[in-house]
């Protein structure tokens, strides 16, 4: 009974420091400048800047680790578009409207929209190959 439960404190203990190390590692993540080929958004450019093209919107702040990790690969997303399809960036602590205008709840939120309307919305970290998949299909 007590080996069990010294190997289960062990475990925990373990956990715990793995989980407080991941922490660290991800606030320490740079901020990564975005790519001229990447819209600013704005609670006054939006409409103009989504219609008559396909966007890949991504809701982020510069508080979140996630988001942080995103910039490289919205980068290269961008630079790989052509036509009309480009990848634009709402900061939602300055634009806050526009999050709750699109129930933004978590960041980062990559949003597709085709002429102007939210055509779907993907939560959370992805992979450059998916996110340009997405896109391609629309």
């Given at each position: 009974?007590q080996?069990?439960?010294?190997?289960?404190?062990?475990?925990?203990?373990?956990?715990?420091?793995?989980?407080?190390?991941?922490?660290?590692?991800?606030?320490?993540?740079?901020?990564?400048?975005?790519?001229?080929k990447?819209?600013?958004?704005?609670?006054?450019?939006?409409?103009?800047?989504?219609?008559?093209?396909?966007?890949?919107?991504?809701?982020?702040?510069?508080?979140?680790?996630?988001?942080?990790?995103?910039?490289?690969?919205?980068?290269?997303?961008?630079?790989?578009?052509?036509g009309?399809?480009?990848?634009?960036?709402?900061?939602?602590?300055?634009?806050?409207?526009?999050?709750?205008?699109?129930?933004?709840?978590?960041?980062?939120?990559?949003?597709?929209?085709?002429?102007?309307?939210?055509?779907?919305?993907?939560?959370?970290?992805?992979?450059?190959?998916?996110?340009?998949?997405?896109?391609?299909?629309?």
């Amino acid at each position: 009974m007590q080996t069990s439960l010294i190997i289960t404190l062990a475990i925990l203990a373990f956990l715990g420091a793995l989980f407080i190390v991941a922490r660290v590692r991800m606030k320490n993540i740079p901020l990564v400048a975005d790519s001229d080929k990447i819209l600013t958004l704005t609670d006054k450019n939006f409409q103009h800047q989504t219609k008559n093209r396909l966007v890949l919107v991504d809701f982020w702040a510069s508080w979140c680790a996630p988001c942080r990790m995103m910039a490289p690969v919205l980068n290269d997303v961008a630079s790989e578009l052509s036509g009309d399809s480009h990848v634009g960036k709402v900061n939602i602590e300055q634009f806050q409207s526009l999050a709750q205008k699109f129930q933004v709840r978590n960041i980062p939120t990559m949003i597709l929209f085709k002429n102007g309307r939210e055509i779907n919305r993907f939560v959370g970290v992805k992979s450059k190959e998916f996110l340009v998949q997405q896109i391609q299909k629309s």
